[in-house]
């Protein structure tokens, strides 16, 4: 017997299956539902003897499951269980406390990627800022600080490289040995980093909690610059937003965020979507970002990060033939322009 589920974003009056606008009848089926909802479920919910389990998410969206077959209270068995399990894998129980990057449930009302991001941001920053007080919070509360973002950057990675002792100090305490040696997308270390911008209190602080350098593990980190661009806490959440989508290939996340995210806009290490698409070899990617920067193109391809690399140094390290081309294409075009 198959069990059928219908979601339908918009506020229903499950009593006649008829759409409804109206604020007040929508609040009174609300609370009729509220009354009879399941601890187990957390949200205005209803079954039927017909075969049919409805659930309200306020604001978000209406749940129809249909099983025909019932239990001995008149309820359908499979509706009941799949509306149990649907609570285990999206935040929709109303009693039920999210906190911490342990989250894994979905969230109905939240941007693509924003809960995977927004955290994560917020912790590397705090690191690459040296701000204890916040990485002590966001411990607190459950989350992950050996987490890494797109390019295999933890929060470590950055304290190191800036220098923040405190913050070094407080991850090495915080972490499980086994993360202190991660490498990032370049086979680098948080040792590795502080080694080469030349912090040597962290450097001691990294060696006796036996933090390895990359050198140990065949790393190619190369003698890059540091740019000297700043970038705000609420550009790195913006960024990291449009960055993950630009690493994922995915298209549709990248147009939609173009409506209030600019294209250029720089992370933490100053990486750029660009980077992320040429490392990844996502040509439609490039073309894109490339089409929708308000700004001047040949700048857009060849702005550096952190260490000194553009667009097309990324598609070249990882040999992305098409994205090379492309991008000496861009930068061509516009000196013939000029």
Known sequence: MECTIILDSGPLVRRTSVRTNENKLARISLLVFATISSSDVGVPSKSGVGGCVFLVVPNVCGISIFSPRLDKNGNSVRGVEVATELVKLIKIHNFEVFSGLARTKTDLSQVKYVDETRELSAILFAASQGDVGALMSYHNAGSDLTKTDYDGRSGLHLAAT????????????????????????????????????????????????????????????????????????????????????????????????????????????????????????????????????????AHFVTAHDRWGNSALDDAERYGHSDCVEYLRGVILACETQL
């Open 162 to 297: 800036e220098g923040r002792l405190r913050a070094v100090k407080y991850l090495i305490r915080h972490c499980p040995a086994e993360h202190l040696n991660l490498e990032d997308r370049w086979g680098t270390t948080a040792l590795s980093c502080a080694r080469h911008y030349g912090h040597t209190d962290c450097v001691d602080a990294l060696i006796d909690a036996g933090c390895k350098d990359s050198n140990d593990i065949n790393s190619e980190y190369a003698d890059f610059v540091l740019a000297d661009d700043v970038v705000s806490n609420s550009n790195a959440e913006v960024a990291t937003l449009l960055l993950t989508a630009a690493q994922a290939g995915d298209l549709d996340e990248v147009v939609k965020l173009r409506a209030t995210v600019d294209m250029g806009v720089r992370d933490y290490d100053h990486r750029t979507a660009l980077h992320l698409a040429a490392c990844e070899g996502h040509l439609h990617i490039l073309k894109y970002l490339v089409i929708n920067f308000e700004g001047d193109a």
